[in-house]
């Protein structure tokens, strides 16, 4: 399959692909890891006139100590997550999502800046970011901004992000002592896409849970906050029988927007988010204990 | 546009000038003659075009030619010295690890990355390493074997 045909630059430095990107804004497309972007192109999903690689700029891949939290570039690979160390040791769900994301080869290649920025319905790391918290960083030519990752994921394949900016990095807070995580994940047995993936990340203190965050994937239109499910939660010791009330209601947000397809109808995908929403959560909670 | 590019494939730079859209699996089959990096399905999946770029196994299938500027790529004719095999190439011809033989220069350039990353994986991690590589033929079991069996010679 051959992509309709296009300019292609690849900057250096930032300062370079963002003025670039103002050249061309409304035609240009930012080219990272290329996994989503290169498969949308061959079948025209796609047909950006213009691509800005910013592949061959320096210094956007890294996980590092920010303060407290951590910050990761965005062209940090599903691969170097998988295996830092840092990231096990802080943020072991995001180790664990990234190694379930389709096969090696894909993982070589796909980045977390692009995983967020593109916002496939089914895509894992949106869920888990949304879980742990934390912002984007998007630059343009002349400024940059902090987005919180609450108020980045729009709609199907739509984020906050305008068509001159460009993910530089991921900021993820500290997780506070008694916090487990933990993502479930029913894959696509051919792609690996999330049919179903949930993410929790679960704080207990004394007893009680006193903080949580469980994101939904693969359901509905895109990555989405289980905000019953967390209010069920929180304040409560977790007895089996409040997680299984909780992970009840883990589909309920995304009732609406309920994907229906040959894979998976509606009917069982909001069954299966409830089986790997009890799951994650069960996994977290014996975390944090 | 066209815009030329470098490309170090098995040892030799190479220059060219190619249209963006041009695939690394089109650069090196069409324009470098080295045909053993096969296309299968052509949307991302298979796993038949795998190569390494800079040493990470990728699928060229889905890599502009023009991402691999500057870089170094390896591919299935790269592997053998002459008529010495790696252990690799010796354990698919040992164990019989392949039937017709399209998905082979893949599963080959797979198992080497594997077995870089891992030089003494389980059952489980073979067969999860292969997750992205797609045979119609063997049923798996003897490439799985082969790779076992290179992953001991190399020991
Ligand atoms: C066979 C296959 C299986 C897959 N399975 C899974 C899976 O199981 N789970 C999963 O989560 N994903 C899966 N993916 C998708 C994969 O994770 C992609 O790599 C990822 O979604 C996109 O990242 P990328 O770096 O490749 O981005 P690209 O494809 O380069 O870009 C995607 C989009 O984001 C934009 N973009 C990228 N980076 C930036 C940036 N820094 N700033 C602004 N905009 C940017 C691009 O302009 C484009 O619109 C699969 C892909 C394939 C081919
Ligand atoms: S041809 Fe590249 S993955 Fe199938
Ligand atoms: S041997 Fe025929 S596809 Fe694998």
Same mark, same amino acid.
């Given at each position: 399959m051959v992509t309709s045909n296009f300019d292609y630059f690849a900057p250096t430095t930032l300062d370079e692909a963002t003025s670039l990107l103002s050249r061309y804004r409304g035609e240009a497309k930012v080219l990272a890891g290329g996994h989503s972007l290169i498969p949308m192109m061959k079948l025209r999903l796609a047909e950006p006139t213009v691509l800005v690689d910013i592949g061959k700029i320096d210094g956007l891949s890294y996980v590092r100590e920010d303060g407290d939290g951590v910050a990761i570039g965005s062209m940090t690979t599903y691969r170097e997550l998988e295996t830092s160390s840092l990231v096990k040791s802080r943020y072991p769900l995001l180790a664990d999502a990234a190694s379930k994301v389709a096969d090696l080869q894909v993982r070589n290649r796909g980045t977390i800046g692009g995983s967020l920025a593109h916002s496939d319905p089914a895509g894992d790391l949106p869920a888990v970011v949304l879980a742990i918290g934390g912002s984007v960083v998007a630059r343009t030519r002349r400024s940059s901004r902090e987005i919180s990752i609450d108020r980045f994921q729009v709609d199907l394949l739509t984020t906050a992000l305008h068509d001159n900016e460009i993910i530089t990095e991921i900021k993820l807070p500290a997780l506070p002592s008694g916090t487990g995580t933990a993502y479930s994940k029913f894959h696509n047995p051919a792609s690996h896409y999330a049919i179903t993936g949930v993410a929790a990340v679960i704080t207990v203190s004394g007893g009680t849970c006193t903080e949580a965050r469980i994101a939904v994937t693969g359901a509905g239109d895109k990555a989405t906050r289980a905000r019953r499910t967390e209010r069920i939660l929180k304040g409560k010791e977790l007895t089996p029988a409040v997680i299984r009330r909780a992970a009840s209601r883990a589909a309920a947000e995304v009732q609406d927007t309920l994907n229906d397809d040959i894979f998976a109808s509606a009917e069982y995908r909001t069954h299966l988010t409830q089986v790997h929403a009890q799951r994650a959560i069960e996994e977290a909670a014996a975390a944090a204990g | 546009m066209t815009v030329e590019i470098t490309v170090t494939v098995n040892g030799t730079a190479h220059t060219a000038t190619v249209e963006p859209r041009l695939l690394l699996v089109h650069f090196l089959r069409d324009v470098l003659d080295l045909t053993g990096t096969h296309v299968g399905c052509?949307?991302?999946? &298979?796993?038949?075009c795998t190569v390494h770029l800079n040493e990470d196994a990728v699928?060229? &299938?889905?890599?502009?030619?023009v991402q691999a500027d500057g870089t170094e790529v390896t591919t299935i004719?790269?592997?053998?010295?002459g008529e010495s095999y790696t252990p690799v190439q010796q354990g698919f011809w040992d164990e019989h690890g392949l039937q017709c033989g399209f998905c082979t220069p893949g599963m080959i350039m797979t198992a080497e990355w594997l077995l870089k990353q891992n030089p003494d994986p389980s059952e489980a991690e073979i067969r999860a390493g292969l997750a992205g590589n797609y045979c119609r033929c063997t049923g798996y079991q003897n490439i799985v074997n082969a790779i076992g069996a290179a992953a001991k010679a190399g020991r």
């Open positions: - | 052509d949307t991302s999946q &298979c796993g038949a699928k060229s &299938c889905t890599v502009f030619a004719e790269g592997l053998a010295d």
